[in-house]
């Protein structure tokens, strides 16, 4: 599936469409004039040696950063002062923060330093530089000497990144919100913005966005009128918003040249355009590169878009790679986790649609089996969600190992019993039938013995806000027209107790309800968001125990 997909790209690249490029920085027949080649990655997710295809005992890995850094060397030799390595964020998540002494501060500090050693010049923030926290990004921040973070729309002034609290990184700058850099004789005014939903979907801690009614429009405007009062010839925003908010941008926001995204994971073999503005992303993981070749206008501000172009290119392994990068990331698999097989799978394992698949389903399924026989509770139901499983794979089956467990279920989500009233269960619900304020995905609930229909038409659940933060249900949802607890319609005033996880149940992915319920360990213990069930599993470890007993790949109902 996954080479079917890379064939089509390659396909896609060689067609006659308006914007495929020829050879970077060549010849295009015009009259002489400024260019500058941005090569573009987003979504790396510190997945250094590219998507992992094949089997556990005969592995295949397409892409890889080191490619990445070897074609920009390539192409910077040719074209001196004319090329640009930029990035859009999500940079430390993945295989590459699982040390085996468990440092996470370490791991993310080394892993930005091999973006730097690969040759990366300007790159934003991702949501999953803050899994574990600002004071990790931190830490990562000031192992950088070259490679420049901007954002944007984040208060930094007074939060634990305040950049004027520290000598890191060029000229003492731990963060920036924009930059002018000149490429190819272009004055080119970055700035970057993160995506509004790390407030909730990632420990965001004491940091807060600005302009928090409008959190991406309102700076970017700000941005985009102090980078002309600053001499930029052209304005590129690199984004982790996801492509919808990306053209939302650029018909909101006028003067941005080009929009460099991330955050949806989406290859774009044509760019996107809106207005003047074009909109560019590279899918994910180092499996494409993105060559974004800018060119100016003679005599006018704004980017010549007849002789400007974007091509996204497969990073296969006929393209060389970087031997010095090679090195680095080869250090660095020394300190990981080693890799063992745990167990046998006996059905494929498609992850690449999270609550569209059987998988989901079947990791609910030992959530909800492990949460019952271990805490020895009556336990109705689990509830997790698609955003916490990742990899978007298709594994064959074959031998199963912790490595390809812990790349579905990263994050270290510990499990939680809450007991809800039938109508809190209800609110709990009407939050998976949205996704909160910008109510664009429907029902991202993963669910086991759980089932409830959505009508999309009628008015989603809307939350008051705080710093940021959903505190209150301000107006409740009217989108769940049914709800079943084991096949049973839910009975007004009866309790139901949900296996879960501590992410959720302290309001992660505006699941706010459930924060409202009685929540409690698996060991009986009381549950706080401050010391939420250590003693309890992980997800990932409940998942390894239902593949070591078979349990996992159990024939699913209809």
């Given at each position: 599936?996954?080479?079917?997909?890379?064939?089509?790209?390659?396909?896609?690249?060689?067609?006659?469409?308006?914007?495929?490029?020829?050879?970077?920085?060549?010849?295009?027949?015009?009259?002489?004039?400024?260019?500058?080649?941005?090569?573009?990655?987003?979504?790396?997710?510190?997945?250094?040696?590219?998507?992992?295809?094949?089997?556990?005992?005969?592995?295949?890995?397409?892409?890889?950063?080191?490619?990445?850094?070897?074609?920009?060397?390539?192409?910077?030799?040719?074209?001196?002062?004319?090329?640009?390595?930029?990035?859009?964020?999500?940079?430390?998540?993945?295989?590459?923060?699982?040390?085996?002494?468990?440092?996470?501060?370490?791991?993310?500090?080394?892993?930005?330093?091999?973006?730097?050693?690969?040759?990366?010049?300007?790159?934003?923030l991702g949501n999953h530089e803050f899994d574990a926290g600002p004071k990790?990004?931190?830490?990562?921040?000031?192992?950088?000497?070259?490679?420049?973070?901007?954002?944007?729309?984040?208060?930094?002034?007074?939060?634990?990144?305040?950049?004027?609290?520290?000598?890191?990184?060029?000229?003492?700058?731990?963060?920036?919100?924009?930059?002018?850099?000149?490429?190819?004789?272009?004055?080119?005014?970055?700035?970057?913005?993160?995506?509004?939903?790390?407030?909730?979907?990632?420990?965001?801690?004491?940091?807060?966005?600005?302009?928090?009614?409008?959190?991406?429009?309102?700076?970017?405007?700000?941005?985009?009128?102090?980078?002309?009062?600053?001499?930029?010839?052209?304005?590129?925003?690199?984004?982790?918003?996801?492509?919808?908010?990306?053209?939302?941008?650029?018909?909101?926001?006028?003067?941005?040249?080009?929009?460099?995204?991330?955050?949806?994971?989406?290859?774009?073999?044509?760019?996107?355009?809106?207005?003047?503005?074009?909109?560019?992303?590279?899918?994910?993981?180092?499996?494409?590169?993105?060559?974004?070749?800018?060119?100016?206008?003679?005599?006018?501000?704004?980017?010549?878009?007849?002789?400007?172009?974007?091509?996204?290119?497969?990073?296969?392994?006929?393209?060389?790679?970087?031997?010095?990068?090679?090195?680095?990331?080869?250090?660095?698999?020394?300190?990981?986790?080693?890799?063992?097989?745990?167990?046998?799978?006996?059905?494929?394992?498609?992850?690449?649609?999270?609550?569209?698949?059987?998988?989901?389903?079947?990791?609910?399924?030992?959530?909800?089996?492990?949460?019952?026989?271990?805490?020895?509770?009556?336990?109705?139901?689990?509830?997790?969600?698609?955003?916490?499983?990742?990899?978007?794979?298709?594994?064959?089956?074959?031998?199963?190992?912790?490595?390809?467990?812990?790349?579905?279920?990263?994050?270290?989500?510990?499990?939680?019993?809450?007991?809800?009233?039938?109508?809190?269960?209800?609110?709990?619900?009407?939050?998976?039938?949205?996704?909160?304020?910008?109510?664009?995905?429907?029902?991202?609930?993963?669910?086991?013995?759980?089932?409830?229909?959505?009508?999309?038409?009628?008015?989603?659940?809307?939350?008051?806000?705080?710093?940021?933060?959903?505190?209150?249900?301000?107006?409740?949802?009217?989108?769940?027209?049914?709800?079943?607890?084991?096949?049973?319609?839910?009975?007004?005033?009866?309790?139901?107790?949900?296996?879960?996880?501590?992410?959720?149940?302290?309001?992660?992915?505006?699941?706010?309800?459930?924060?409202?319920?009685?929540?409690?360990?698996?060991?009986?213990?009381?549950?706080?968001?401050?010391?939420?069930?250590?003693?309890?599993?992980?997800?990932?470890?409940?998942?390894?125990?239902?593949?070591?007993?078979?349990?996992?790949?159990?024939?699913?109902?209809?």
């Amino acid at each position: 599936m996954k080479l079917l997909l890379l064939l089509v790209g390659l396909l896609a690249c060689a067609c006659g469409a308006p914007n495929t490029v020829r050879a970077p920085l060549g010849d295009d027949g015009g009259p002489p004039a400024k260019r500058c080649l941005l090569l573009t990655t987003n979504d790396g997710e510190a997945h250094f040696d590219g998507p992992r295809l094949g089997t556990a005992d005969k592995p295949l890995y397409v892409g890889s950063i080191s490619r990445v850094a070897a074609e920009r060397k390539r192409l910077a030799g040719l074209h001196p002062g004319s090329v640009l390595l930029v990035n859009s964020g999500d940079d430390l998540q993945g295989r590459y923060m699982e040390r085996e002494d468990g440092e996470r501060a370490k791991a993310a500090k080394e892993a930005w330093q091999v973006y730097e050693k690969a040759g990366y010049d300007l790159g934003t923030l991702g949501n999953h530089e803050f899994d574990a926290g600002p004071k990790v990004v931190r830490a990562a921040l000031e192992g950088l000497t070259r490679y420049r973070i901007l954002v944007a729309n984040v208060e930094l002034a007074g939060s634990p990144l305040d950049p004027t609290t520290t000598t890191a990184g060029p000229g003492g700058k731990l963060l920036e919100e924009r930059k002018i850099v000149t490429c190819g004789g272009i004055r080119i005014g970055f700035f970057g913005l993160l995506t509004p939903s790390t407030r909730t979907i990632s420990d965001f801690g004491g940091m807060r966005f600005r302009s928090p009614d409008d959190p991406v429009h309102a700076p970017a405007r700000e941005q985009v009128a102090a980078l002309k009062a600053e001499g930029a010839e052209l304005i590129v925003a690199l984004t982790h918003l996801g492509v919808d908010d990306d053209l939302k941008l650029a018909g909101a926001v006028d003067g941005i040249d080009a929009i460099v995204g991330g955050h949806s994971h989406t290859p774009l073999f044509w760019w996107k355009k809106v207005g003047p503005t074009v909109i560019v992303q590279a899918g994910a993981r180092f499996s494409h590169l993105g060559y974004l070749e800018m060119v100016a206008k003679r005599g006018a501000p704004g980017l010549d878009h007849a002789r400007s172009s974007w091509t996204l290119r497969p990073l296969t392994e006929a393209l060389p790679a970087d031997a010095e990068v090679v090195a680095a990331v080869d250090d660095l698999r020394k300190n990981l986790i080693p890799e063992r097989v745990i167990g046998v799978r006996k059905v494929a394992w498609d992850v690449t649609g999270g609550d569209k698949t059987e998988y989901g389903r079947r990791a609910a399924r030992a959530t909800h089996q492990y949460a019952a026989r271990v805490s020895g509770k009556a336990v109705d139901a689990a509830l997790l969600n698609s955003g916490g499983l990742r990899s978007n794979t298709v594994y064959p089956p074959g031998p199963v190992t912790n490595v390809e467990v812990h790349a579905i279920h990263p994050f270290k989500n510990h499990l939680v019993l809450v007991t809800l009233t039938s109508e809190q269960l209800r609110d709990v619900m009407e939050q998976a039938c949205s996704s909160g304020r910008n109510d664009k995905h429907g029902s991202r609930a993963v669910q086991w013995n759980l089932q409830f229909k959505c009508d999309p038409d009628k008015p989603a659940v809307a939350y008051r806000y705080e710093e940021n933060r959903p505190v209150a249900i301000a107006e409740r949802g009217q989108r769940v027209v049914e709800l079943k607890v084991g096949g049973k319609d839910v009975v007004p005033g009866q309790r139901y107790t949900l296996a879960t996880l501590d992410y959720l149940a302290r309001g992660g992915s505006s699941y706010l309800p459930l924060r409202q319920g009685e929540r409690i360990c698996l060991d009986g213990k009381g549950y706080t968001d401050e010391h939420s069930c250590p003693g309890s599993p992980l997800l990932s470890e409940v998942i390894e125990s239902a593949v070591k007993d078979g349990s996992l790949d159990a024939p699913l109902p209809n």
